[in-house]
C-alpha cells in the first residue's frame, strides 16, 4: 500500500497526508486522525519525518527532468537555469529551507518517476517545468507524495501550481521594438527543439508585426540549436543557402532565446556581416552572457529572481495551509535596449 491508497481511503489529497504523517500544521486534528487511523487499520507504516529534527524536515526538493534537448544533463550550467537556481537558493534559506536537487533522464520518465515519489522527503517539490508535457506534468503531480509548483511552463487546465514567464509579452515587446524602428524585412530564428514557452514568444511577436501590417516571409524563417552560444555551421549553411538564392539578408532578427542570439551574432559575424548596421539581433531571457557578447545584446528580461521568490514562496504556502485552489501566475517581463539592435541602414 502506498500514500496515494491512503489517501484514497481517507478521502483526502496526498499532500494532506504528508502532513498528518510529518506532524505539521496545515490540516484540521479531526482530519489528521481520521488518516492515521486509515493507515493503521491498513497496515501502513509511514516514513515518518515527525522523529526528525525540526531543521531537516524544512526542505525543499528541485526536481528537474534531464536531456530533453533544451534541458541538457549539466542543466546547472546552462546560463538561465543557473541564475534562477541561485534566486531560489537564496530564497530558501532567507525563509529556513535547505534546497535538495534531485534529477531524473526524461528518456527513463516511467520508471525513474516511480522510484522518485517513494524516495522524495521534503514536503514541497519545485519541479522545472521548461520542458515538459502536460502529461508528464500531470503524471508527476499524481505520483508526488508533496506539495508541488511547475515553474517555467503553464498548463491552465491542471488543477496544479504553476510560475511562469507572460512570453507572449516578451515576444510582443521584441516586435514593437524592431517596428519602431523601421524594420520592415524582419527574419526568426527558431529553436528546432520545440517548447511552450517558444510557441508563445512566437505569438507574441507575430502579433505585434500583424497590428502593423507586417508578416515574415516563410523563406525568413530559420531554425537553429536553442543550446548553443557559439558559432553553428548549420546556421551558417542556411543563411548561405539563402543568399545563394539570391534574396538579401533581412535587417532583422528576432531570436526565441538569448543562446540563439549570441549564436546569431558569432554566425553573422563569421559571415562577414555586422551587427547592427547590416543586420539587427533580438534575443530573449537576458541571461548573463548578453552583457559580455559584442555588441551587447538588446534583449526580453525575464525576472528570474521575481519567478524564484513567488516558486519558493509558493510552496511554502502550499505546505502550511494545503489549500484545494490552486494558483497559475505569469511573471511581465521587460525590454532591454542595448547595441545589437538599431534602425535599418540604407542598401
Partial sequence: ?????????????????????????????????RILQVAKDN??????????????????????????????????QQPFF??????????????GYSLLFTSIDVNAFSSDSHALAEDIRSDGVILLGTNLDREQIASLADRLPAQLVVLDTCFETLPVHFITINNVM?????????????????????????????DDRRKGFMSALEERGLSIDEKDIF????????????????????????????????????????????????????????????????????????????TVHVEKERMAHLAVDLAIEAIEQDHAVKTKIAVDTQFIVRHSSSAPSYR
Fill in 170 to 198: 516578451g515576444g510582443y515587446q521584441a516586435g514593437e521594438h524592431l517596428c519602431q524602428l523601421g524594420h520592415e524585412h524582419i527574419g526568426y530564428l527558431a529553436s528546432n527543439v520545440r517548447i511552450s514557452n517558444f
Fill in 82 to 95: 543557473r541564475e534562477l537556481i541561485h534566486y531560489i537558493e537564496v530564497r530558501c534559506r532567507a525563509k
Fill in 223 to 298: 531554425s537553429v540549436a536553442p543550446t548553443i552560444t557559439s558559432f553553428q555551421e548549420e546556421l551558417k549553411n542556411q543563411l548561405a543557402a539563402y543568399q545563394a538564392a539570391g534574396r538579401q539578408l533581412p535587417t532583422a532578427f528576432f531570436c526565441e532565446c538569448d543562446y540563439i542570439a549570441i549564436s546569431a551574432i558569432k554566425t553573422l559575424t563569421d559571415l562577414g556581416f555586422r551587427v547592427p548596421e547590416d543586420t539587427s539581433v533580438v534575443g530573449f531571457d537576458n541571461i548573463s552572457e548578453a552583457r559580455i557578447v559584442s555588441p551587447e545584446l538588446t
Fill in 43 to 76: 497496515g501502513y507504516l509511514p516514513k515518518t519525518r515527525a522523529a526528525q529534527p525540526e531543521a531537516a524536515s524544512k526542505t525543499l526538493t528541485f526536481l528537474v527532468l534531464a536531456n530533453s534537448g533544451i534541458v541538457l544533463e549539466q542543466y546547472y
Fill in 1 to 33: 500500500m502506498k500514500m496515494e491508497d491512503i489517501a484514497a481511503l481517507a478521502g483526502v489529497s496526498k499532500s494532506a497526508v504528508s502532513l498528518a504523517f510529518s506532524g505539521k500544521p496545515g490540516i484540521g486534528q479531526e482530519t489528521r486522525e
